[in-house]
Structure formats: structure tokens, C-alpha cells
């Protein structure tokens, strides 16, 4: 079993005060929330197969991805595996 991992930090543009950063942090926090329940999804893992070029039903390729949040944080992991190094990628 193979697997790959990735991570995305998530920023919500810049701030010029500590209201105005603390204020970006949250939206960050809340938007990347969104973006993980997205990259869950089926549509997701339908374009997923189509970029790949397989035939591999979307629920197959769900099944083998993990996406989360770690609390408080404004990161988006990622993690797949697959039988081979480029199913898991």
C-alpha cells in the first residue's frame, strides 16, 4: 500500500492591524472548513477520475482519501493511498 500526503495552508488576504488579522484568521478558519467538506465530496472525486483516466467509480476514490482540518488550524490535509504509487497520488 502506498500513500501520499499533501498540506494546504489557507490565508485570507493581508492585514495591516492586529483586529484586522485576528478578523482574517476566522474567515480563513471558516472558508477552509468549507473547502474540506468540497474535497470530500463526489463531484470532487469525480474530476479527480477524469484527470487521472480511470474508470474507477467516484465512491472508490473517496473511500481511499482522508481530508481534514486540524482544530484551530487554517491547514487542509490531505492523505490517499492506492496499490501503486500512482494511484495513490
Do not use: H, N
Not at 13 to 34: Q, Y
Not at 42 to 53: K, S
Amino acid at each position: 500500500m502506498y500513500q501520499a500526503e499533501a498540506a494546504v495552508f489557507g490565508v485570507s488576504g493581508t492585514s495591516s492591524s492586529t483586529a484586522e488579522t485576528s478578523i482574517s484568521d476566522s474567515l480563513a478558519k471558516s472558508r477552509v472548513a468549507s473547502y474540506v467538506v468540497v474535497a470530500k465530496g463526489r463531484g470532487t472525486a469525480e474530476e479527480a477520475a477524469r484527470i487521472m483516466g480511470t474508470d474507477a467509480p467516484a465512491s472508490s476514490l473517496i473511500g481511499r482519501v482522508d481530508v481534514r482540518q486540524p482544530p484551530e488550524t487554517v491547514l487542509i490535509q490531505v492523505r490517499a493511498k492506492g496499490a501503486t504509487p500512482r494511484s495513490a497520488t
